[in-house]
Every structure is written in C-alpha cells, then in structure tokens.
C-alpha cells in the first residue's frame, strides 16, 4: 500500500526539520521514500497575478523583508473566483509531479500541498470557510484518497522569534487563525512541535 502523508503548517511551525526525520525513520524501517514540494505551482495563477497588479488588487509594500507585494484580492469578490479555480486547476498539475514521485516510492510526503493552499486561499480571499466548505472537498479529491494530513503547530513565540517575516506580516495573524481552525477539521492531524523533534515524528508515524 502507498502512503502519501501531507505536512502543512505556518511559516516557522518546523515542519522542513520534521520532514527531514520523518524521511529518515521510515527509511530505517525499510520504506522506500520521496519528498516533494508542491505548495506553489502556478501556471494560469501567473496570469492572475499580473491582473491583481494592474487592477491594484496586488499592491508593493516596503517593509524590514524589502520590497514585497501585499495582496488585497478580497477586495474584488468576482476577481477571487476566477482565482480559487485557476488555483484549482493548477493544483490538479501538480497532481503529476506527485505520480511520478509516487512511481518510485511506497511513502511519498508532500511539503505544503493542499491545505496549504486551501489556507493561502483562505487568506488571500478572506474566506475562512474554504478550509471546510465545498473547494475543500473538490481540492482533497486531487490528492490520494488514502493521504494524511498533518498540520504542525508551535506556541506563537517561538513563530515570532524564528522568522522575521512573521514579525511583519499583516497577513500573519489572520494566516495564524486559517491554521487554528485548519486543525480543528476531522481529516486533519495536528503535530504538536513545542516538544522534540522525535516526539513531533512519532505523532505522524503512529498515524500510518
């Protein structure tokens, strides 16, 4: 049986360490792994981008991580619809690069796929019921019946101490709240990770 174990978690969260050890344990029980990272693929979203610059729904912001654009797309509710679908569809691309990990590994485990995205969506837009709603189900169909998903999740002072760009962030309390009632959902795990980092493994490893 394949398994295909998605671990999302804010910025700062640990969730690349975890990765990391994970890969490694259940190398050292004989699985034949892959990781891959499938946050970003954007293809038609490029094109939507460029729009929400032009429309001013994308505006740049000079703040201590420099020159940064500071996207406003909730602003224009038809603008977000076209939005979440390009996503949709760019997510369904991203489905092929996971077949061809998934190829050459019995456990594939998938950095940032499809609830981060659908957290992306959710801060972008401001709707917080994407998480749960009907483009919830539609974008978990893209990915194995059978994946796991795993959110990881630190108390907010080690996020604020870890990374700067949660310390600037207008967005990052919001992001931060998505997260909370991500891991509130029923077909999600939630990591701990204000332990060790074996400890953080052992959660996910004890769901397969």
Not at 2 to 14: A, L, Y
Not at 28 to 39: D, N, P, S, V
Not at 68 to 92: G, I, M, N, P
């Amino acid at each position: 049986m394949k398994h295909c174990i998605v671990v999302s978690g804010i910025d700062g969260s640990g969730k690349s360490t975890i990765i990391e050890a994970l890969r490694k344990s259940l190398e050292a029980r004989g699985h034949r792994t892959a990781c891959i990272w499938l946050r970003f693929n954007h293809y038609l979203t490029k094109g939507m981008h460029a729009i929400a610059r032009v429309a001013g729904l994308s505006v740049p912001r000079q703040n201590e991580m420099g020159h940064v654009w500071q996207h406003e797309l909730y602003r224009s509710k038809a603008f977000c619809r076209v939005y979440v679908l390009t996503t949709y569809l760019d997510t369904w691309v991203s489905r092929l690069k996971y077949n061809r990990a998934a190829r050459h590994a019995d456990t594939v485990i998938c950095d940032r796929w499809i609830t981060d995205i659908l957290v992306d969506l959710a801060v972008k837009t401001r709707r917080p019921d994407i998480i749960s709603g009907k483009w919830a189900r539609r974008f978990m169909r893209i990915a194995p019946a059978t994946a796991r998903y795993c959110v990881v999740h630190r108390n907010l002072d080690h996020l604020l101490d870890c990374r700067l760009e949660n310390r600037v962030d207008p967005d990052f309390r919001f992001r931060l709240q998505i997260y909370e009632e991500l891991m509130k959902q029923p077909y999600i795990l939630p990591v701990d990770n204000n332990g060790t980092i074996d400890a953080s493994v052992a959660q996910i490893a004890q769901s397969l």
